[in-house]
């Protein structure tokens, strides 16, 4: 089967070298079958960059990547339930219910029972959390910065376009 990706690029796309006991090379070279398969292009994206994230956030602000997705997604939409939280996180229900107890431990969220909600949690952020959530922003806006230096601002913009298309084609990429 023919590759579909086009061939007019003029990246440095070489396989990578001897393979490394230790954590992965986020420099390295795009792997050969990057090359060929957009859907392991995307993920060899995603993998880097989620495992550098996952580094400087554990690094700098001691929180995983589900813990940052709650804060942000917490700060954003307000009077969530752990239910609606996992949703705008995009993590599942079980794993949003333990960062949140971990993050209420912290002090940065504090759930409200309520008796309009039936017996839903409602998720806010504590004064705390909210110069925390500042913080976190502020370093992944860096961070996004630092990441998109490489684009004009056409390309910025094509670049979100067209991941959010192919992100609303996976459910029909996965029906089989």
């Given at each position: 089967?023919?590759?579909?990706?086009p061939t007019n690029?003029s990246?440095?796309?070489t396989?990578?070298?001897?393979?490394?006991?230790?954590a992965?090379?986020?420099?390295a070279p795009?792997?050969?079958?990057?090359?060929d398969?957009?859907?392991?292009?995307?993920m060899?994206?995603?993998g880097?960059?989620?495992?550098g994230?996952?580094n400087?956030?554990?690094?700098?602000?001691?929180?995983?990547m589900?813990?940052f997705?709650i804060v942000?997604a917490?700060?954003?939409?307000?009077?969530?339930?752990?239910g609606?939280?996992?949703?705008?996180?995009?993590?599942d229900k079980?794993?949003a219910?333990?960062?949140?107890?971990?993050?209420?431990?912290?002090?940065?969220?504090?759930?409200?029972?309520?008796?309009?909600r039936?017996?839903?949690?409602?998720v806010h952020?504590?004064?705390e959390?909210?110069?925390?959530e500042?913080d976190?922003k502020?370093?992944?806006?860096?961070?996004d910065?630092r990441?998109l230096?490489a684009l004009?601002?056409q390309?910025?913009t094509?670049?979100?376009e067209?991941?959010?298309?192919?992100?609303?084609?996976v459910?029909?990429?996965?029906?089989?």
């Open positions: 089967m023919a590759s579909i990706r690029s990246r440095d796309v396989a990578a070298g001897p393979e490394d006991k230790g992965p090379d986020l420099a795009i792997p050969r079958l990057a090359q398969y957009l859907a392991v292009l995307v060899t994206l995603a880097r960059l989620s495992r994230a996952s400087y956030y554990l690094r700098h602000f001691d929180i995983g589900t813990e997705r942000l917490v700060g954003m939409a307000k009077g969530l339930n752990i609606e939280v996992a949703m705008a996180a995009d993590v079980a794993s219910s333990r960062s949140l107890r971990l993050l209420q431990g912290r002090g940065i969220v504090e759930l409200e029972q309520t008796s309009t039936g017996r839903a949690a409602i952020l504590t004064p959390g909210k110069a925390f500042r976190v502020k370093a992944a806006r860096r961070r910065r990441l230096a004009s601002v390309e910025r094509l670049a979100f067209l991941i959010e298309k192919l992100i609303d084609s459910p029909d990429m996965n029906k089989d």
